[in-house]
Every structure is written in structure tokens, then in C-alpha cells.
């Protein structure tokens, strides 16, 4: 236990459904992050928030729509995927953007069909 | 962009055996991080080096931050079959002060 809990652990979804990935942080720390995990790449960082700032995009497609409604919680929304979009997505969190110890959530996979 | 190279990319080891994996970059980092992987979760945290040349301990895992601060090294001793995993180390406070992945070692222990 990490104290993020991600929900759900598994998601299937068409390629015009919409459906929203969550984050909780239970650690008190002011920053959150989505990161993307493909078989054999490393880490991507996608978006980061501080103090429920977006202070950084790496370039996400716009059919990820990150939403950060307290420095607590963390939603990533997603729409028209399309099936490269599979992947795991890690929620993490530290306790700012100065920090770099970043304590990760358990992951959603996410399968696009 | 600043990238970590981690090697080996996996290690399959009869249990009891020492480990050794390490990363190397061409920029320097001023946070080293490892964290360990297993299947279907996400990375944990396992050590954390801030000093260039700072060794440190966690159980059977030692961890160093290079005196160049553009390397580190893990190492597992006395291996056991839950060491299994994808270890990750990670470089932080560089250039764009992003935490930058390596690209993983996998570990397999043969009981």
C-alpha cells in the first residue's frame, strides 16, 4: 500500500466510448502525476499538477483530458482512444514538483478494442 | 532529451545469487531513485540517493548515486524468489528537473 489507490485496476473500452480513469492520494502531498507505460518503453510522463495546477502537458493528445479538483484527487478522462492507446497508466504523487520521490498508484489497464 | 540507459535488460539467476544492475546517462542528475515493479502493479519506491558518491542500504539491497552524478548502480545479495520484478531506476533535479525512467531490468529467480 502506497496510499494512491487507483480505480478501476482494469478497464476494456471501445474506441468511442468515453470513460475517466481516478487517482486518490492519501499521503498529503501536493503534486500528481499520470504517467503512460507501454511493453518495453520507458515511463511517460503525460501531465503533472501542483497544488491542482496543470504545470505541465508532455505533448498528450487532447483525447486525454486530465482534471484535478483538489490535491487529493486526479481524473483522467478519456474519449475516441484508439487501440495504440492500450497501455498502463500510473497515477503517482509527491510531495511537490521539486520533489522527486514520487510514490506510484497500482495502475489501470486500459485495453482499447 | 536527457535519457537514462539501464542495463542489463534481464537477468534470470538461481536463488541465493547476487545481483547487480546499473544506469548510466550522458547528463547529469542530481536525485537517484530505484524502484521495483511486479507484474500488474505499479513501481514502489525502494531507495533514494541525493549525493553524488552516497551509498545506501535497504535490507539486502544496496544502491549508490556515482561520484559523476551521471551514474548508479543496485545490487541484491542473497537473492529470493519475491525478488522477482522489474526494477527501474529513475534520474531526477537534471536539466528539465523531470524524473527520467531507465528503461528497466527484469529479474527472473530460480528457486
Known amino acids: 500500500e502506497t496510499g494512491v489507490t487507483q480505480t478501476p485496476r482494469h478497464l476494456v473500452m471501445g474506441m468511442t466510448n468515453k470513460k475517466s480513469l481516478k487517482c486518490e492520494q492519501h499521503?498529503?502531498?501536493?503534486?500528481m502525476y499520470w504517467y503512460k507505460q507501454s511493453a518495453k518503453k520507458p515511463l511517460e510522463l503525460m501531465f503533472v499538477y501542483n497544488f491542482k495546477e496543470q504545470t505541465e502537458n508532455n505533448s498528450v493528445p487532447s483525447r486525454f483530458s486530465p482534471e484535478c479538483p483538489n490535491s487529493s484527487h486526479l481524473f483522467l478522462h478519456l474519449h475516441t482512444l484508439q487501440p495504440e492507446d492500450s497501455a498502463l497508466y500510473l497515477c503517482a504523487s509527491s510531495q511537490d514538483v521539486r520533489d522527486t520521490e514520487a510514490f506510484f498508484g497500482q495502475g489501470t489497464r486500459l485495453t482499447v478494442v | 532529451g536527457q535519457q537514462l540507459n539501464q542495463s542489463p535488460q534481464s537477468m534470470f539467476i538461481q536463488e541465493g545469487e547476487d545481483v547487480s544492475m546499473n544506469c548510466t546517462s550522458s547528463?547529469?542528475?542530481?536525485?537517484w531513485l530505484w524502484y521495483k515493479q511486479d507484474p500488474g502493479e505499479g513501481p514502489v519506491l525502494l531507495i533514494a540517493l541525493y549525493k553524488a558518491g552516497e551509498l545506501t542500504s535497504n535490507g539486502r539491497l544496496t544502491a549508490q548515486f556515482g561520484i559523476t552524478r551521471k551514474d548508479s548502480f543496485l545490487n541484491i545479495s542473497a537473492s529470493i524468489p519475491s525478488d522477482v520484478g522489474i526494477y527501474f531506476c529513475?534520474?531526477?533535479?537534471?536539466?528539465?528537473?523531470?524524473?527520467?525512467f531507465g528503461t528497466g531490468t527484469l529479474l527472473a529467480v530460480q528457486p
Open positions: 529513475a534520474g531526477g533535479g537534471g536539466a528539465t528537473n523531470k524524473l527520467i
Open positions: 499521503l498529503g502531498h501536493n503534486a
Open positions: 547528463s547529469i542528475f542530481n536525485t
